[in-house]
């Protein structure tokens, strides 16, 4: 534990490790993760898209000192992308050798092919085995989007933290991970799998932890043009658009009004970037005109 | 402080059995974890005591409200009166001599804190009697009519079970990511072939392996208004047997707004689990405005439960309050989110049905099959007709023509 910064003690401890890490949470989530480090338990983060599921593991990993081993999920995900693979090119190479050998080293070969050496490893046996003693984070990113039986497979991972590889035994980690499961609820997650979790609801953030979070990460913005944007884009949120707007595309859309110098939220400059803050053509299309027009004067008028 | 700290653990065991009352799957071994949790927070702040039990017993988004309404109450009440046996919370109706309650408190949250003895009574008693005014009242905004179950014939019970069981869901199965063993598979299991080569030696024999097939998930859209009365407890029956005879099958009922019934449905008696979807379906009989809910269903759950190639089947007779406004948007969004969409129509059975009402005609067009189902009979032929067409997939528009098969 020597080269990590150690695990947070509390609640508020907690907060000042995120917002070190440049990221601005309520103290909802910082009780979630607190009790999480502390109760070596996976923690589970729920939300729509481009709320800061993944950041928030990154942001661990980077303040805690610790490696970051993200698994994306996708369907078809399988042991061999996830746990581990044997190098068949060099299992057959071993083969052909022994061959060459006579017949006397046959009975050593199946234990040897199956040695440590030929083993490929994937990011989950990586994070129970650790890096210089130290638990890395292990991010499980989009878990909805796999499929039930590596939700199944991933039950022995996350409640003991091993994983069995028939022909080397059982892998135990010495200090669990900090586990992170993001989802984004294209489907409902297994509930014997949630059991094994703390459950985390990220949610949109409010206005005035929003200008927070886009003052951190977009220093250049200023003040009242970060704040406009802020309380427009919080407006979208209350229109029951299709895909409303995420703290990413608020973030996209600062950044953009700066690269074309704008200083205040106007009619046009909004007509133009809508783009990048709504993805679909039927909620731009809603948008863009009469409300817009309405947004932009509530927000200049506000800020 | 002592006599707090030992009142914790009755108080959250109180807790969570009000929150298993009000329908979260909360058991013993998370009342243990929500202990152990909140040893290591302060319980002298309100709001990390709520989010601590909130990360630990809360496992979904929708029970957030429930949790929330829940926990107020509940601290309310231990505040009021801390020198109280803590069971005493749950032996008092819903509002008790308090007033600021500003809010309604959702039934089934009412229900939880009323003094019945377990959920088990209070599900007997409720089906035994009759809707009451009672209920109605939860939300007088609307007008409400709850399906009475008990009606069916046992005849007709018997009939419809009896057909409901031989019926399987002929939508073919699609090949997934995952691989099996086989023996004309095209791909080759290496680690299969390299076991082999130990075995043997040396001697290469490839083992091969090929997707393996499963079916996809469904996603049934039925309509309960009052012009599919008759029907649509034919249809529950059958999306009952649907529900318990696969997994991955979501349904939804609508009629002026849109319920998710996944849960209610997956109860495995059949009585006990239409008496749940009676209870938690505010609309039936009433009128049908398909582009509203149709538009609910794409903003609300298509990203949730349309993912992997999912099959949406539509009941409804397209007699849309609306006069089909809006709709054809909705519907051509629901049709390129899914693999397939299926209607069927109980219309369908008059051989001189002609796609008139104003709701149909907008449908038609983003539909892949189309299909009568007024009776088992129809669903029974329905069964046949699609299992026999495995590549139907492919036409994804369906032509007027066809609609007067039958």
Not at chain 2, 122 to 139: F, H, I, N, T
Request: charged share 25%; aromatic share 6%; proline share 5%.
């Amino acid at each position: 534990m020597s080269i990590g910064v150690s695990s947070p003690q509390s609640i508020d401890a907690t907060l000042d490790l995120l917002s070190r890490g440049g990221y601005i949470a309520d103290r909802a989530l910082a009780t979630s993760l607190f009790l999480s480090i502390a109760m070596k338990r996976p923690l589970f983060l729920e939300g729509e898209a481009g709320v800061g599921k993944t950041e928030i593991a990154k942001v661990l990993a980077a303040t805690l000192g610790r490696q970051l081993l993200r698994l994306q999920c996708y369907e078809g995900l399988d042991i061999s992308a996830a746990v581990y693979e044997w190098n068949y090119p060099r299992q057959m190479m071993a083969i052909r050798l022994a061959e060459a050998a006579g017949e006397g080293r046959r009975h050593e070969l199946a234990r040897d092919i199956y040695g440590a050496e030929f083993l490929i490893k994937r990011p989950l046996l990586n994070a129970l085995e650790g890096s210089a003693g130290m638990a890395p984070v292990l991010l499980i990113d989009e878990l909805d989007r796999t499929d039930e039986p590596f939700e199944a497979f991933l039950l022995e991972v996350l409640s003991d933290f091993q994983i069995t590889i028939p022909e080397l035994g059982t892998i135990k980690a010495a200090a669990p991970p900090l586990v992170v499961v993001t989802s984004n609820r294209t489907r409902e997650i297994h509930d014997a799998l949630k059991r094994r979790c703390l459950y985390h609801w990220v949610d949109y953030p409010s206005a005035e932890r929003e200008r927070a979070i886009v003052k951190a990460k977009v220093p250049g913005v200023g003040e009242s043009l970060g704040g406009q944007v802020v309380s427009f884009v919080q407006m979208l949120r209350g229109l029951e658009l299709f895909k409303p707007p995420g703290i990413a595309e608020t973030l996209d859309w600062a950044q953009a009004l700066m690269v074309l110098n704008a200083r205040e939220l106007t009619v046009s400059n909004v007509d133009d970037t809508l783009g990048v803050v709504l993805k679909y053509q039927d909620d731009i299309a809603r948008v863009r005109g009469d409300v817009a027009a309405r947004g932009v004067a509530t927000a200049r008028s506000a800020a | 402080m002592a006599a707090v700290a030992s009142a914790l653990p009755f108080n959250v065991m109180h807790f969570a059995r009000v929150l298993r009352r009000a329908g979260l799957p909360i058991g013993p071994g998370k009342v243990i974890v929500a202990l152990e949790a909140l040893k290591l927070v302060s319980i002298a702040r309100r709001d990390d005591v709520y989010w601590t039990l909130h990360s630990v017993l809360v496992d979904r988004h929708s029970q957030s409200d429930m949790f929330r309404l829940a926990f107020d109450r509940f601290w309310q009440r231990q505040q009021d009166r801390p020198d109280d046996n803590p069971l005493s919370i749950l032996d008092q109706g819903p509002d008790h001599g308090r007033g600021d309650q500003s809010k309604p408190i959702p039934r089934r949250l009412a229900d939880a804190f009323s003094p019945l003895a377990s959920p088990e009574v209070g599900e007997q008693k409720e089906e035994s009697a009759a809707p009451s005014d009672a209920v109605a009242s939860w939300s007088a905004d609307e007008r409400l009519r709850h399906q009475d179950f008990e009606t069916m014939s046992s005849d007709e019970q018997a009939e419809a079970a009896k057909l409901m069981a031989r019926l399987r869901l002929p939508i073919p199965d699609v090949a997934t990511r995952r691989h099996r063993v086989s023996r004309s598979g095209r791909r080759i299991d290496m680690r299969a072939t390299l076991r082999a080569m130990v075995r043997s030696g040396g001697a290469v024999t490839l083992a091969r392996k090929a997707p393996r097939r499963r079916h996809p998930p469904l996603v049934v859209l039925c309509d309960i208004s009052g012009s599919m009365a008759t029907y649509s407890r034919m249809f529950l029956r059958f999306l009952h047997a649907l529900t318990n005879d696969r997994d991955r099958v979501h349904v939804f009922l609508f009629g002026t707004r849109l319920s998710n019934v996944t849960r209610e449905l997956a109860h495995r008696d059949p009585d006990l689990a239409l008496a749940r979807v009676g209870r938690a379906v505010e609309d039936w009989g009433g009128g049908t405005r398909i582009g509203h809910t149709i538009e609910a269903f794409n903003r609300r759950w298509s990203r949730r439960v349309l993912g992997q190639g999912a099959v949406v089947v539509l009941i409804t007779d397209g007699l849309d309050r609306d006069g089909g406004e809006g709709l054809a948007a909705e519907m051509e969004r629901l049709h390129k989110s899914c693999r397939r969409l299926i209607w069927l129509n109980p219309l369908l059975r008059y051989a001189a049905f002609e796609p008139k009402s104003a709701g149909v005609r907008v449908m038609l067009p983003h539909v892949d099959e189309f299909r009568p189902a007024h009776n088992l009979d129809s669903l029974t032929a329905l069964v046949v007709a699609l299992s026999n067409r495995l590549d139907a997939g492919t036409t994804r528009q369906f032509t007027i023509a066809n609609a007067k098969l039958s």
